[in-house]
């Protein structure tokens, strides 16, 4: 069964350094999101990508966030100069269609930051 | 602004019960609603998804009913396992958007 893919699956940076994390969504599938999970706290929306272009976005999602398709098989969460708050666990998203379908979540990068 | 709760926020029960978790939400005007289970330290993993037009869906053991008008959704499990202990969350899409709102989640503890 097709999955959404991330890497890698444990980042650890320090403070005002950039990370880039990786997804492969599932391949037929057209929207493309990230989310995060501080530790003990709600998932929370980051951004969503459809047709080359950010859709949505939360207020979360600043400056120093940004995302990219590369090509055409990689989905990435760049943060250009980390916080402390930063750290938690961050998720990738891909559906087929934006209401339709279920959203497929990938099994996460958690991210630490010191 | 959509606010999703869910109670109760911890549940033990034997082996063998049917039980039943709850989700509630503030902004009726939702596209979708679709049940997760997290396992500790993983992804979400997809249990079943409600349109806004349904009532409820059915995926082997798990029964997910939808009330849109009163805001409430629940996920029945019938027959838990040990195996069925995770957390649970809940999250809806609202009309116009493409984001999911989640819950914080029911933990749910099977034991055998």
């Known amino acids: 069964e097709p999955e959404v893919t991330q890497t890698p699956s444990h980042q650890v940076t320090q403070m005002g350094q950039e990370v880039i994390l990786r997804c492969v969504p599932i391949?037929?599938?057209?929207?493309f999101y990230w989310y995060r999970q501080i530790l003990g706290q709600k998932v929370e929306f980051l951004v969503s990508?459809?047709?080359?272009?950010?859709?949505?976005k939360s207020e979360i999602f600043d400056d120093q966030f940004s995302v990219e398709r590369p090509d055409g098989s990689n989905f990435t969460l760049k943060i250009r100069s980390t916080k402390l708050e930063d750290s938690a666990m961050y998720f990738c998203a891909s559906t087929r269609d934006r209401g339709s379908n279920e959203q497929y979540f990938g099994p996460g990068t958690r991210l630490t930051v010191t | 602004k959509q606010e999703v709760t869910q109670i109760p926020a911890a549940l033990s029960v034997p082996e063998g019960e049917n039980l039943v978790l709850n989700c509630s939400f503030t902004d009726s005007a939702i596209y979708n609603l679709q049940w997760f289970r997290q396992d500790p330290g993983k992804g979400l993993t997809s249990l079943l998804l409600?349109?806004?037009?349904?009532r409820e869906q059915t995926s082997g053991r798990l029964n997910a009913s939808l009330d849109k008008s009163s805001g409430r959704s629940t996920l029945y499990i019938a027959a838990s396992q040990p195996g069925d202990s995770a957390t649970y969350l809940c999250a809806v899409m609202n009309t116009g958007f493409q984001k999911l709102v989640f819950g914080t989640g029911t933990r749910l503890l099977v034991s055998p």
């Open positions: 990508f459809y047709n080359n272009e950010i859709s949505e």
């Open positions: 391949s037929n599938h057209l929207y």
């Open positions: 409600i349109q806004s037009s349904q």
